[in-house]
């Protein structure tokens, strides 16, 4: 990583992250200018072509996110959802996600299996504040650079519980050792978010995800007190849309030049790959070893 999140937090203006996949699509949030990864796992979910419910355990997860984290040199956000379990296991992520480069992690306080915040008409269940607030602990303990950080997810808006009990919940966290405050909301504008932000104030840095509110800018929540911005699934959505233009020309014309307007060139394939390099390492080592 060429920075930390707390570098990214002590720097002015909002850091802004972008949701990604895998390899390839942690190196694009990187090209883009993005200032850190956020490992969805929305769009890991969606990628392996399973609902955002809690289907993918850490075993799935851990390699996808070591090849995110080998891919790009900005710092990577994991969403952990629920941390897989109770603190026990937040203990055991938090030590594997540490060893394949990782950042930091965010976890939800939505019960086990977790349910995308996203879907409606679903009844919604949260954790105890207790159980999170020791999942919150048991990470910060079970870290070993300071500059991993730990950024607890409330859900209370997204469950209608209110305004009062989100800074309840956040009070509590906060105590816990949590670093990061985020607040979710899926109204269609920031007004809810916006007055969490002012009751919270400048208790600690404050995350937030605009996927529904979509016309506000990244400055204007950093205005409103939010540090960190993330633009959460709009690359795998990218990406749908770009397969399914793609494929469709294809079927419909039945040659490989139909789907030119909707794909990249081969040679930005390579560049993305580091076909240069890797061209470059097999010339000098070709042939070492063997006689002449």
Sequence with gaps: MTQSFRELMAREGPA???????????????????????????????????????????????PIV?????????????????????????????????????GGICIEDNLYPKRCSLWEGME???????????????????RLSPDFIVVARIEALIAGLGQDEAIRRAVAYDDAGADVIMIHSTRS???????????????????????????????ALYDAGFKFVVFANHGLRGAIKGMQDAFAA?????????????????????????????????????GEGEED
């Design 189 to 219: 504008t920031p007004d809810e978010v916006f007055e969490f932000a002012r009751r919270w104030g400048e208790k600690s840095p404050m995350l937030v995800v605009p996927t529904k509110f979509k016309e506000v800018t990244a400055d």
């Design 16 to 62: 802004i992250l972008a949701g990604a996949h895998n390899g390839l699509s942690a190196r694009l949030v990187e090209d883009a200018g993005f200032d850190a990864v956020w490992a969805s796992s929305f769009e890991i979910s969606a990628a392996n072509a399973v609902p955002d419910a809690g289907i993918l355990g850490m075993g799935e997860c851990l």
């Design 124 to 142: 919604r269940t949260l954790e105890t504040t207790d159980e999170m607030a020791a999942k919150l602990r048991a990470a910060k303990d079970a």
């Design 66 to 102: 070591a090849n995110i984290c080998d891919s790009a040199a900005i710092p990577t956000l994991v969403d952990v959802d629920t941390g897989y379990g109770n603190a026990m296991n937040v203990v055991r992520l938090v030590k594997a996600y540490e060893r394949v480069g990782v």
């Design 250 to 286: 294809l079927a419909r014309e039945r040659k490989t030049a139909a789907a030119d307007p909707h794909i990249v060139s081969l040679d930005e394939v390579y560049r993305l790959e580091g076909v240069d390099t890797f061209q470059a390492e097999e010339k000098k080592y070709a």
